[in-house]
């Protein structure tokens, strides 16, 4: 069971642990223990997770979540397997903890007079650049 907060709870059996070997340097156990956790939880089918929370967690663009809304988290940071699924539920918390807060709403601004002033003295210029240019063309035409 994982608490996210009092009255959200997920239960183990959404939580799917698999152990496979880690990668890197490590030793004689690395290529006999499988210590690696990889840990997924499927956010679309969540019966723990509000909805409004289910739809901000599948709207981030996490790449740890795939096309079938499975968040799948690859803990191999610690030598032990127990240190490595604490890990990986952390990580887990923690990307649940972050979509918990609605995102604020963009407030929309509008360019300052100086910009907009600086904007259009630059198009003035590069249009008189054009221009010259035109006219030089024209005159070796004739």
Do not use: C, H
Not at 63 to 80: E, M
């Amino acid at each position: 069971m994982l608490r996210l907060t009092p009255s959200i709870v997920i239960p183990e059996e959404e939580l799917v642990e698999r152990f496979l070997r880690a990668s890197g340097p490590g030793g004689q156990n690395v290529n006999k223990l499988a210590t690696a956790v990889e840990l997924r939880f499927d956010v679309g089918a969540s019966r723990a997770l509000p909805e409004a929370l289910r739809r901000r967690v599948l709207a981030r663009r996490d790449r740890r979540i795939n096309g079938d809304g499975v968040l799948v988290i690859l803990a191999q940071r610690y030598r032990t397997q127990e240190r490595n699924r604490e890990d990986a539920r952390q990580r887990l918390l923690a990307v649940l903890q972050a979509a918990l807060k609605p995102p604020r709403p963009r407030i929309p601004t509008r360019p300052t007079r100086g910009s907009v002033e600086r904007r259009m003295v630059s198009k003035r210029e590069r249009a008189a650049i054009k221009r010259q240019r035109a006219a030089r063309s024209w005159e070796q035409d004739t």
